[in-house]
């Protein structure tokens, strides 16, 4: 059996999806027709890269009848993928029964895991409970089987979680019989819970164990998981080994908790100052971003002279104008943080290189507030810059809860609803609360009812319509009836499907062709991509094997120079770099929309992924991912990893432009 195993993982590692002849088979997952003649044409043959492509197919599908063709597929075979074809089907009590009765009678122990996870993506309260009571009706030293974890990661994605689970991740990371793969799994997950009960004990043999040191990814994970109530002292670690850790997610989680390392009073809190002081040298300017925003937790444990120490320090940094704007800017809020007085501040805004945005926080942090909004209220209307008047709009919503009601609130959230910009739009839209409502439902139904009009049947404007919907149905119910009918006779697949994710209704028919055979051209013929960018060139290799219309849409936006000279409008030190908006705003594209393909592949460091609204809302925009994190796993579409140039992906910082793009 275990030989058996071991070739049927190798197996699935081998066979690819999707290739170049399956063209029929690939039309009809992007129109998301899943027409079952030719689905079933795949399915049912001796070909196993075949079989492979049709279950990928019918993963998209949401189709729950055709679950009875995949539970009687060959589960030596292919029950890694039938798992996860159920998963993004979605939930159906035959796929439920299915799993749990291999829970019982499995066919082979590799496959736990992926049932454990499965039972995540699509079970109830109910199915977490019993999940949860069948780890504990184990009762030997530990639970045999691995992947529990996943599981419970997938529940809480949703929303579904207990105390109890959060127990059963702490007894799979303290349990000396416990792998290195079960104890990363299962900190990742405990670290998307939050609050924590490993000691401090518990964090430092993690810290200092084997697994931290040679698996970067576990030592990331151990960091997420250190809290007020297990913070170290600083000379209990081998700090020195995660200082020279080659992994920058490390690096960059280390720096986000570097506070918390140190209750010795002889040391602490001298010592992390001098680190963060290190950091914000530090030669990769994201590490030294990061230092300039997490430099003010360390305010709670300052003297006056630590105080001191420390603005001698960085002002000088502030007045550098080798730094980039984003530094000082960063810094200059961390600093008003630390030593407050607004007033001396603002005499500094005159004097150092600080970017507009970072002028718009700090009026936000005016102690007096009716004078903040009123000076975010002022700029708001005097710039015609959209970046700007995102991040005002953003910031005066932010605090209107703790202003005085004003006409000029009012101004400002009706404006923003009746403008052409999606943004806006969407922002206002989504700050609306019920007593806002109460107070202008007349104004607002108008509004609502014209912009539906004029952007139901545009792709960029996704978000916005998606926003104006759900503010509808704070309405009243008739009104919300109103526009969802109006708005399920869009053009757009996507939108229609939003409507049919609210409603129900499934009869959403297909999704448009008019771009399908233009990119079809690009699916296959591309093996890689080089991005050369103002820091230097990425290079990546694609995976047409599994998301062969995303890597088509890149190559033809390619041949079209829509990349070139479009920046990275966000960069998450440690987390992601994005790309592929021409307006910058997050809210671009290229004018249509193509469907996602999810896989069971990994979003590891240097993986690239599509970014999106949600399903099947795909189009320019893609991220490099600067660490590894799981829970993007299966639900974005990865469509290629970096072979080349990672170091330059973890310097991108906002606003570095892709120069071009080469294919070969």
């Given at each position: 059996m275990r030989v058996i195993c071991i070739l049927v993982v190798l197996s699935n590692l081998i066979i690819a999806q999707y290739n170049s002849t399956m063209h029929d088979l690939i039309k009809t997952t992007y129109e998301?027709?899943?027409?079952?003649?030719?689905?079933?044409?795949?399915?049912?043959?001796?070909?196993?890269?075949?079989?492979?492509?049709?279950?990928?197919?019918?993963?998209?599908?949401?189709?729950?009848?055709?679950?009875?063709?995949?539970?009687?597929?060959?589960?030596?075979?292919?029950?890694?993928?039938?798992?996860?074809?159920?998963?993004?089907?979605?939930?159906?009590?035959?796929?439920?029964?299915?799993?749990?009765?291999?829970?019982?009678?499995?066919?082979?122990?590799?496959?736990?895991?992926?049932?454990?996870?499965?039972?995540?993506?699509?079970?109830?309260?109910?199915?977490?409970?019993?999940?949860?009571?069948?780890?504990?009706?184990?009762?030997?030293?530990?639970?045999?089987?691995?992947?529990?974890?996943?599981?419970?990661?997938?529940?809480?994605?949703?929303?579904?979680?207990?105390?109890?689970?959060?127990a059963i991740l702490e007894i799979e990371i303290t349990h000396p019989l416990s792998t290195k793969n079960r104890i990363k799994q299962a900190l990742f997950t405990l670290a998307r819970y939050g609050d924590n009960n490993l000691s401090k004990d518990n964090i430092g043999e993690l810290l200092n164990s084997d697994f931290a040191r040679e698996d970067d990814q576990f030592l990331t994970f151990v960091l997420m998981n250190i809290n007020n109530k297990n913070s170290l002292e600083i000379a209990s670690l081998n700090l020195s080994g995660i200082l020279n850790s080659t992994d920058f997610s490390a690096k960059i989680q280390l720096i986000k908790v570097l506070h918390l390392l140190g209750t010795n009073l002889n040391s602490f809190p001298a010592e992390n100052i001098k680190l963060y002081l290190s950091f914000l040298n530090d030669s990769n300017p994201n590490a030294a971003l990061q230092s300039a925003i997490s430099i003010k937790n360390i305010k709670p444990f300052l003297n006056d002279v630590l105080k001191s120490f420390i603005k001698s320090e960085t002002d000088s940094m502030m007045f550098d104008i080798t730094r980039s704007a984003d530094f000082i800017g960063e810094l200059f809020l961390s600093k008003f943080e630390l030593f407050g007085n607004y007033e001396d501040h603002k005499k500094l805004l005159n004097h150092i290189k600080l970017g507009k945005k970072y002028c718009y926080r700090f009026y936000a942090k005016n102690p007096d507030l009716n004078n903040a909004f009123k000076l975010l209220y002022d700029s708001y209307f005097s710039t015609s810059d959209s970046l700007d008047r995102i991040t005002l709009l953003s910031l005066m919503l932010s605090i209107k809860d703790k202003v005085y009601e004003t006409i000029e609130l009012k101004q400002v959230i009706l404006s923003a609803l009746q403008s052409s910009f999606a943004p806006l739009i969407s922002i206002a839209a989504d700050a609306i609360d019920v007593d806002?409502?109460?107070?202008?439902?007349?104004?607002?139904?108008?509004?609502?009812?014209?912009q539906i009009n004029s952007f139901k049947d545009k792709s960029d404007y996704l978000e916005a319509v998606i926003s104006l919907v759900n503010l509808s149905e704070k309405i009243d119910q008739d009104f919300y009836t109103e526009i969802i009918n109006n708005v399920k006779l869009s053009k757009l697949y996507s939108i229609r499907r939003f409507?049919?994710?609210?409603?129900?209704?499934?009869?959403?028919?297909?999704?448009?062709?008019?771009?399908?055979?233009?990119?079809?051209?690009?699916a296959f013929k591309y093996e890689k991509a080089i991005i050369k960018t103002t820091k230097g060139n990425i290079e990546i290799e694609f995976d047409s094997e599994v998301a062969p219309v995303s890597v088509a849409n890149f190559c033809t936006l390619v041949k079209e120079n829509f990349f070139n000279k479009i920046v990275f409008h966000r960069v998450v030190p440690g987390f992601?770099?994005?790309?592929?908006?021409?307006?910058?705003?997050?809210?671009?594209?290229?004018?249509?929309?193509?469907?996602?393909?999810?896989?069971?592949?990994?979003f590891n460091t240097g993986y690239v992924g599509m970014a999106s609204a949600g399903k099947d809302t795909e189009s320019s925009q893609f991220f490099i991912m600067q660490g590894s994190y799981p829970h993007l796993n299966r639900r974005y579409t990865l469509f290629g990893k970096v072979i080349n140039g990672l170091e330059i992906v973890f310097s991108i910082t906002e606003n570095d432009k892709i120069l071009s793009v080469e294919l070969k």
């Open positions: 998301r027709s899943f027409d079952k003649n030719i689905i079933s044409k795949y399915l049912h043959t001796d070909d196993e890269r075949k079989i492979h492509s049709a279950i990928l197919s019918i993963a998209h599908s949401e189709d729950t009848t055709l679950v009875p063709d995949l539970i009687k597929l060959d589960m030596l075979h292919y029950g890694s993928d039938v798992c996860f074809a159920l998963g993004q089907i979605g939930r159906s009590e035959q796929s439920l029964n299915f799993l749990w009765d291999n829970l019982q009678a499995p066919v082979s122990e590799n496959f736990f895991g992926d049932i454990f996870y499965t039972i995540g993506k699509i079970g109830n309260q109910n199915d977490f409970k019993k999940l949860i009571d069948y780890y504990k009706s184990y009762r030997k030293s530990l639970f045999p089987y691995e992947g529990i974890a996943e599981g419970i990661l997938q529940f809480q994605i949703r929303g579904i979680k207990s105390e109890e689970a959060k806002f409502v109460a107070k202008n439902k007349r104004e607002l139904k108008d509004l609502i009812f014209n409507v049919s994710n609210k409603t129900e209704d499934h009869n959403i028919g297909f999704k448009e062709l008019d771009k399908f055979e233009e990119i079809w051209t690009n992601v770099i994005q790309a592929g908006d021409p307006t910058s705003t997050g809210w671009g594209g290229p004018g249509y929309d193509i469907i996602s393909e999810f896989s069971d592949k990994n």
